[in-house]
Structures are given as C-alpha cells and as structure tokens.
C-alpha cells in the first residue's frame, strides 16, 4: 500500500523514508551531511523539493543543506536550490537512479551542486531547469526524452554542467554563461545554444573530452571536427551571428570558447581548407 504524504514530515531534515506513488511537496536538507535525509521515490510518484532556502533556529548563514534521493522506477523529481549569500546557503544534492530507473528531473540549481548517479540502464528524462549563481551539476545516466536546461549570467560565476553519457536529439542546452563538459561528445545528438550576449559577452566554454582535432567548420548551426580530411564529429551548435565562438585543441580533447586560450591552455584550430575559397 503507498504510504500516504503526510507521514513524511515537513521539513525532512533527516531519516529515510520511502513516497510510494503519490506526491510530496516540501523542504528537504539537513545541515548535518552525515544525517542527511534520504527520500526514496516509486511507482511514478512525484517529489517537488525544496533544498536550500529554508531556515532553522539552528542554521548558521549561509551554511549548506545536503539531501539524497532515491529514484527506483519512472518518478519525476523538481528540485529548487536557490541558495544566495549569505542567505541561504546553498543546496547539495545527490541523485541515485538505481538499475533501470527514470527520473524525470526539473532543477533550479543556485550556489550548491547536484551529483546524478545512475545503474546500468539508467536514464534522466525530460531534463528541464536553469542552472545560476555558480550552481555545479553532473550527470552520469544518459538523457533521453525532450527539455532545455540554461546556464544563465549569474553572481558568482562560472556555473557548470558535466554530462557523462549520451544525450537525446531533442534535449538543449542553451549557454548564456558558464561551463559544459561532454565526457562522451560522440553520443551527444542534442543542441547547444549558443547565447553569450551581444554588449559584453559573457564566458562560455564547452569541452568535448577525448576528441582529437586539427581543425573545424561551423556552418548551417552544425560544428564539423576534422583529423585531416576526416570529419570526426558533428555538433549541432546555434552561434548567433557576431557572436565569439574559438575552436581550440587542449590536452582534454576539443575546447568551444568565447575567449581564446592563453597561451599553455590551447591551441587555435584553423577552419577546415575545404570551406575555404
């Protein structure tokens, strides 16, 4: 039988406790990380948690909320961090999608960070949300299904996302400022939205790990890497026009930038001759 909502307290600051079917709204941390709170969720239930911004007669400012959650079938968890300085302190929040497990996931992730783990056949679905005020997430399933997730201007910089595996043709990731690392570039079928601005654009990096490059084309919103006359890999890239986009060759693989290396961190990659001319 699901265990009804309201046995779940309001906040949830620590113990384990298991939203089987149904729904849960509510804050979710503790400031302790060793009694942190574990919330598990089947059976397509649904979670809308809130992990930073709520306050305690015994929270310190500033000081950073931690809570896991536990994803067993196809459930949908919404998580707000809107941690600021030097109120709230930030949100810190691990995900473990078990063996075959979906999570839905909708984030607003502020200040804190956000750590998916993930069994063998898991997947993060429809992956939506914004990503600001230097907020870290990584994400090791693999994304499937349709979202738009933003890293957005903010104070402090950079934000950073780190996708680990393969990414669904339909999933965006639009970068108005911050870092996007591609551990497994080859398998990314998603878009990247270039947005930097047009006054004072602002940093942007995007790494493709492993890939090995002597030069480039971008044109039609599509990036081709070339080895020779080999095309090694091909991004959909949308670059507004005037925009700064660098193409560089690093020590990690491929490194897209609004700013051009300095020098010992990169080196400029020519556009491909065949485009030339």
């Known amino acids: ?8 307290p309001n906040p949830l600051e620590s113990g384990q406790f298991t939203l089987d079917g149904g729904s849960f709204t509510g ?3 503790s400031t302790d990380p060793d009694n942190q ?6 059976h397509g239930a649904t979670v809308d948690a809130h992990t930073a911004g709520f306050g305690s007669p015994f929270v310190v400012a500033g000081q950073a909320r931690f809570s896991t959650f536990d994803v067993k079938q196809t459930d949908t ?3 707000t961090a809107l941690g600021g300085s030097p109120l709230p302190g930030p949100g810190i929040e691990t995900v ?3 063996p075959g497990g979906r999570a839905d996931l909708n984030i607003q992730q502020g200040l804190g960070q956000l750590t998916v783990n993930g069994g063998n056949g898991a997947r993060v679905v429809n992956f939506d949300g914004t990503i600001f005020n230097g907020g870290k997430v990584s994400i090791q399933p693999a994304l499937v299904g349709s979202g738009t997730v933003s890293l957005v201007a903010s104070d402090p910089p950079p934000n950073s996302l780190t996708l680990d595996r393969g990414v669904s043709s339909r999933e965006t ?7 996007l690392q591609l551990n497994d570039p080859m398998q990314f079928l998603g878009e990247i939205d270039w947005q930097p601005g047009s006054d004072i654009p602002l940093p942007i990096t995007t790494t493709l790990a492993g890939v090995s490059a002597d030069s480039y084309s971008l044109s039609n919103d599509m990036l081709s890497l070339f080895q020779g006359d080999r095309d090694v890999l091909n991004l959909r890239v949308s670059v507004p026009a005037g925009a700064p986009f660098n ?7 491929v490194l897209l930038s609004t700013f051009s290396p300095q020098p010992g961190n990169g080196t400029p990659l020519p556009v491909h001759a065949s485009v030339i001319g």
């Open 1 to 8: 039988m699901a265990k009804p909502a309201p046995q779940i």
């Open 27 to 29: 804050n979710v941390g």
């Open 37 to 42: 709170p574990v919330l598990s969720l089947e």
């Open 77 to 79: 968890l919404n998580i």
């Open 96 to 98: 473990n999608v078990e």
């Open 173 to 179: 990731i639009r970068l108005n400022e911050g870092n």
């Open 247 to 253: 193409v560089s060759g690093t020590s990690q693989g």
